[in-house]
């Protein structure tokens, strides 16, 4: 059988529970029920992609402040109007839905009040145009490696004062960089390497509630990444159930297959 691509996410799940991974890649059951926090934060993601497609030459340079945030909270409403639909099926009251949208704003201002720290040096020597260019990232870039057989979808990929730094988004209430986080940043590091020939200086998880948080990308870094693309590799090859153990803990009940793993269904429920 040939080689499955993997992804942070996927490595991340089978670390997690083996079982939970053959129902997710190889059976490919859908069971995932949407809920506000994934809605939201692809509604954030898509909000900060949009940002920077902006013509920065119809912004006047003397309040380029209040311009610029005017457009970043217009693209967030008129996103999350756009959402509606998919909204509608998560049985939240209006009140609900206006707290959420209420704090997903608080998160898009806060990211845009650090992004200004950035900026604003930026401005001060280059001018409007030229520091928003030079501050404004490449975003949403797939990335894919046959050699290491994982792929990754990167939010942002910032060159300021020649250094280089990979970075996530995450609408998350934790601000800290766990094991997870740091397999999908050691991927990013990977992945982006193999394309350009070179280290990134930085991998990041910009927390939208908080601040961004770095890693230096080092040869350590580099093994850790290296080292789960094929352990993964090597315990996936079989499409055999009984290859796939359940890893029981406490966020079994939480988990979109829990009912198949402990008899409520079978497996043919969801052939449909």
Not at 45 to 62: A, K, M, P, R
Not at 235 to 264: A, H, P
Request: hydrophobic content about 35%; charged content about 30%; overall charge negative.
């Amino acid at each position: 059988m040939a080689a499955r691509i993997q992804s942070p996410n996927s490595i991340n799940t089978y670390k997690q529970c083996p079982r939970k991974y053959y129902y997710q890649y190889i059976l490919k059951i859908d069971r995932k029920i949407g809920s506000i926090h994934l809605q939201r934060g692809s509604i954030a993601h898509s909000v900060l992609e949009d940002f920077f497609t902006i013509d920065i030459s119809n912004i006047h340079s003397d309040h380029y402040e209040f311009e610029l945030k005017v457009i970043l909270q217009n693209l967030l409403k008129q996103k999350w109007q756009n959402g509606k639909d998919e909204f509608a099926k998560l049985d939240l009251t209006e009140d609900q839905l206006l707290f959420y949208f209420e704090e997903t704003k608080m998160m898009v201002n806060n990211w845009f009040n650090n992004f200004l720290k950035v900026l604003k040096p930026k401005i001060m020597v280059y001018g409007l145009k030229e520091g928003f260019n030079i501050v404004k990232p490449i975003t949403e870039m797939h990335f894919i490696s046959q050699a290491h057989q994982v792929q990754g979808f990167v939010d942002a990929i910032h060159e300021i004062d020649g250094k280089v730094s990979v970075m996530d988004y995450k609408t998350s209430k934790r601000e800290k960089i766990t094991e997870e986080y740091r397999l999908q940043l050691a991927i990013y590091a990977l992945l982006y390497q193999e394309k350009y020939g070179k280290l990134p200086h930085l991998v990041g998880v910009d927390f939208l509630r908080h601040k961004p948080h770095y890693l230096e990308v080092d040869d350590e870094l580099l093994r850790f990444a290296k080292r789960e693309c094929k352990v993964i590799q090597e315990n996936t090859i079989s499409d055999d159930i009984d290859d796939y153990s359940i890893k029981e803990g406490v966020l079994c009940r939480y988990c979109d297959f829990y009912d198949i793993c402990f008899g409520q269904k079978t497996i043919h429920d969801f052939e449909k």
